[in-house]
């Protein structure tokens, strides 16, 4: 069931948007958001914009972008268990969380561990940003799942004035395949408890 909308058209959609993270858990672990939405939806401005007004209530906020657990440019599928495996799992049991980040310059994992600060792990707030981030891998382990709307044509104009557009044209077709097959498995809007519309202005 998709949950209530807010519109990033409208004045104090961020804090509307903070307001709906849990607050505090008693046990003193973080509270894990999930940003999901398509290519070109504006996930990354809504997750930055996120953490600035947690930030100005005053908790600790640190984003985790997908990207960083993408294994290449076919490694979506593959990028859940992982977000699941180093930082959801360990996070739901009161340890660390740490991931290695893919270097796509290199075409590999970096040999070392990128650890969550520790004032976030102590009680803040971790968003994961981009498509994976609500899998049904990962379903139970976030605390809010939000999913950002945009037409296609929004995205499509947003895709094409990336700053990476031109490493990215020849490889936007083979992730749109694999945006198709992992929402038609996983169905995340479906299990969204918030909607942010995201139109172009």
């Known amino acids: 069931m998709t949950g209530p909308r807010i519109s990033t058209a409208d004045d104090g959609w961020e804090?509307?948007?903070?307001?709906?993270?849990?607050?505090?858990?008693?046990?003193?672990?973080?509270?894990?958001v999930g940003v999901e939405g398509r290519s070109g939806s504006g996930k990354s401005t809504v997750a930055a914009?996120?953490?600035a007004a947690?930030?100005?209530?005053g908790r600790p906020v640190a984003v985790l972008p997908m990207e960083d657990l993408y294994?290449?440019?076919?490694?979506?599928?593959?990028?859940?268990?992982?977000?699941?495996?180093?930082?959801?799992?360990?996070?739901?049991r009161g340890?660390?969380?740490?991931?290695?980040?893919?270097?796509?310059?290199?075409?590999?994992?970096?040999?070392?561990?990128?650890?969550?600060?520790?004032?976030?792990?102590?009680?803040?707030?971790?968003?994961?940003?981009g498509c994976g981030s609500g899998s049904a891998a990962g379903r139970g382990l976030l605390d809010l799942l939000v999913w950002v709307a945009a037409s296609d044509?929004?995205?499509?104009?947003?895709?094409?004035?990336?700053?990476d557009a031109s490493s990215y044209a020849p490889f936007r077709r083979v992730w749109a395949e694999q945006e198709e097959a992992f929402y038609e498995r996983n169905r995340p809007l479906e299990h969204a408890d918030l909607v942010i519309g995201n139109p172009a202005r």
């Open 71 to 92: 294994p290449g440019w076919e490694g979506l599928a593959e990028a859940p268990g992982l977000l699941r495996e180093w930082v959801l799992e360990p996070l739901s």
């Open 95 to 129: 340890d660390p969380a740490a991931w290695r980040r893919y270097d796509w310059e290199r075409g590999a994992f970096a040999r070392e561990w990128t650890l969550l600060p520790g004032d976030v792990a102590a009680g803040g707030v971790l968003v994961v940003e």
């Open 49 to 51: 914009r996120l953490r």
């Open 153 to 163: 044509d929004d995205r499509s104009r947003r895709l094409d004035a990336r700053g």
């Open 54 to 57: 947690l930030a100005r209530r």
């Open 15 to 32: 804090d509307a948007l903070a307001g709906a993270v849990p607050s505090d858990d008693p046990a003193g672990r973080p509270r894990v």
